[in-house]
């Protein structure tokens, strides 16, 4: 009985591995805050990728008033178009990400996820090395998102293009094969990596630097703890959504120049052309348009997605296996 017990106890282990409980718990922690803030995160790339003309459709009077308005148009749906293949995405986005910087802070810098702490600077290396694992991993599911989310929206400047043509607008394989076929192959799947990657490193080594930095302030063992991780996630959310937000609005515009025929009006021809290009036609707001709906949507859902996370790696923590 006590071989059994120890063999039971032995695959536990083998099983619960520091990598196998980041992947678990990186992947259900994005899942479940993603599909909770899934109306804003549509709102926000509407409001990102809508010319500048003044004929075209509007999802600019608050947050609010926009989900209602693509409520009105679309119906439940509409707040949730893209929101499936954000969570195929977003689960091995997630995962990869959590366990890398897991994998980078203990079998690089040596450090136990629970009796040391990196550096500020090792922090934004392990950060940045997550999400470089992550991107190459899911960005052609984040270009196919994108487009999934702006092809049936009321914008004017997309009355011309095949999409809107189309009684039903194509689907995720149809639209892959699309891009795949017409835009280059595996280029075309990776549109806009660049831009994206400017934006997501620096974004996700802030949002690891500043939690793990302000989870030092507080004692581990606090009854409130759980509070305070919601709040910690909330503003490592915050600040890193915010000092990176022009990339984040490059990157989706990037995503959608070959969509159609260019109706949406963005000719960039590189990155530094592009950033010229928005503060000449839009000014210096135009870099950050959508922003009050990406802080809608990023600040619970780091915050939630931090929080669950914590809570899956202390359950699996607490397993007989690993007393």
């Not at 980078?104 to 950060?127: E, F, I, P």
């Not at 997309?158 to 689907?171: N, Q, T, Y």
């Not at 949406?264 to 870099?287: A, N, P, Q």
């Given at each position: ?5 120890n ?59 926009a ?38 802070k ?26 470089s ?84 302030f ?51 021809t ?54």
């Amino acid at each position: 009985m006590e071989k059994t017990l120890n063999e039971y106890s032995g695959l536990s282990t083998f099983l619960f591995e520091d990598s196998t409980v980041s992947v678990i718990a990186g992947g259900i922690a994005g899942v479940v805050s993603r599909t909770t803030v899934s109306p804003f995160e549509r709102v926000k790339i509407l409001l990102q990728l809508q010319g500048s003309s003044p004929t075209t459709t509007k999802y600019n009077t608050g947050v609010l008033n926009a989900i209602k308005q693509l409520y009105q148009e679309e119906g439940i749906k509409g707040l949730f178009r893209g929101n499936g293949l954000n969570c195929i995405r977003i689960f091995p986005y997630s995962a990869v990400q959590f366990a890398t910087f897991e994998y980078v802070k203990k079998h690089v810098y040596h450090v136990d996820k629970y009796t040391g702490q990196l550096s500020n600077g090792q922090r934004l290396v392990a950060g940045s090395i997550g999400a470089s694992a992550s991107l190459l991993v899911t960005q052609p599911l984040d270009l196919i998102r994108i487009r999934l989310s702006v092809q049936t929206a009321n914008l004017n400047n997309l009355h011309g293009s095949k999409a809107k043509d189309m009684k039903k607008p194509p689907g995720f394989y149809p639209l892959l094969k699309q891009v795949y076929k017409n835009e280059g192959g595996i280029y075309g799947l990776y549109r806009g990596l660049i831009p994206t990657a400017l934006q997501a490193l620096p974004m996700v080594s802030l949002n690891f630097a500043v939690y793990e930095q302000l989870k030092e302030f507080k004692d581990d063992q606090s009854s409130m703890m759980w509070m305070y991780k919601l709040m910690f996630g909330a503003v490592s959310g915050a600040v890193s959504q915010t000092v990176t937000y022009p990339f984040d609005l490059l990157r989706k515009r990037f995503q959608i120049l070959s969509m159609g025929n260019n109706e949406m009006g963005f000719h960039y021809t590189s990155i530094w052309d592009g950033l010229k290009t928005i503060y000449r036609t839009e000014g210096v707001l135009g870099y950050y348009k959508g922003l009050t709906a990406s802080l809608f949507k990023v600040i619970p859902s780091t915050a939630v997605s931090w929080l669950l996370y914590e809570i899956v790696w202390d359950c699996m923590k607490y397993t007989p296996a690993t007393q």
